[in-house]
């Protein structure tokens, strides 16, 4: 079956750290593979995405590599800021399971000034 | 843009009652979907929904039903609440059910029962 694990947190960083969250997949078709981050109250939003191997993903400096032969899907950040401070969630999508979204158990990140 | 709206925010139900959780998105998007989330668990899907008048059930499906009558509106009816349901509902949808659409996620609803 599709499955998703991610590295256990809570992760604490001081503003300005190197950032890398792990987060490997299972999956019987081809999936997209997904990083939603999640702040304080609020729901889940994307915060990027890759389609087919060796894409790479990226948005507000956060990147992610789709490697199939590992398959993985690691969130990376040079330079991590206070406001990174979120729960982040890596997730795939596919065919084989009708499209369904499966989701990791999340990793909460804190950064401290 | 409203996006995906929940209603309501917070809930706090008795052992034993009723209630319904409202989803409603101004995107004629063509899939929605409801997950509970509880800690340590991620997300887990309840029900979802391909179409209006369409609805499958998901991993944890049991003592929520759905209903789907248009393409705006997705809710979630707890039968007989009890304690084991005490968590946050995320309601989400996409455009489509094609493997690269992401999710679009309502701001969630903490339910509590007593």
């Known amino acids: 079956g599709n499955s998703v694990t991610q590295m256990e947190g809570p992760v604490t960083l001081s503003e300005e750290a190197f950032l890398t969250i792990n987060c490997t997949y299972t999956?019987?078709?081809?999936?997209?593979l997904f990083w939603y981050v999640q702040y304080p109250g609020e729901g889940l939003q994307l915060l990027l995405k890759a389609t087919k191997a060796d894409d790479k993903g990226s948005n507000k400096g956060f990147e992610a590599t789709y490697r199939k032969e590992t398959t993985s899907f690691h969130l990376e950040k040079g330079s991590v800021q206070v406001s990174d401070s979120a729960v982040y969630f890596c997730a795939l999508r596919e065919p084989n399971t009708g499209n369904q979204f499966y989701f990791g158990t999340g990793t909460s990140l804190t950064v401290i000034p | 843009n409203a996006g995906v709206t929940q209603t309501p925010k917070f809930q706090v139900l008795k052992t034993g009652q009723s209630m319904t959780l409202q989803c409603a998105q101004d995107?004629?998007?063509?899939?929605m979907s409801w997950y509970r989330q509880d800690p340590g668990m991620g997300l887990r899907l309840i029900h979802y929904?391909?179409?209006?008048?369409?609805?499958d059930q998901g991993e944890v499906p049991n003592g929520y039903n759905v209903s789907r009558s248009t393409t705006e509106d997705f809710p979630l009816r707890l039968l007989s609440a009890a304690p084991s349901q005490t968590s946050v509902y995320f309601c989400?949808?996409?455009?489509?059910?094609?493997?690269?659409?992401?999710?679009?996620f309502g701001s969630g609803t903490q339910l509590s029962v007593l």
């Open positions: 999956a019987t078709g081809y999936p997209s």
């Open positions: 995107m004629n998007h063509e899939y």
């Open positions: 989400a949808s996409s455009y489509s059910t094609r493997r690269n659409e992401k999710l679009f």
């Open positions: 929904s391909v179409g209006a008048g369409i609805t």
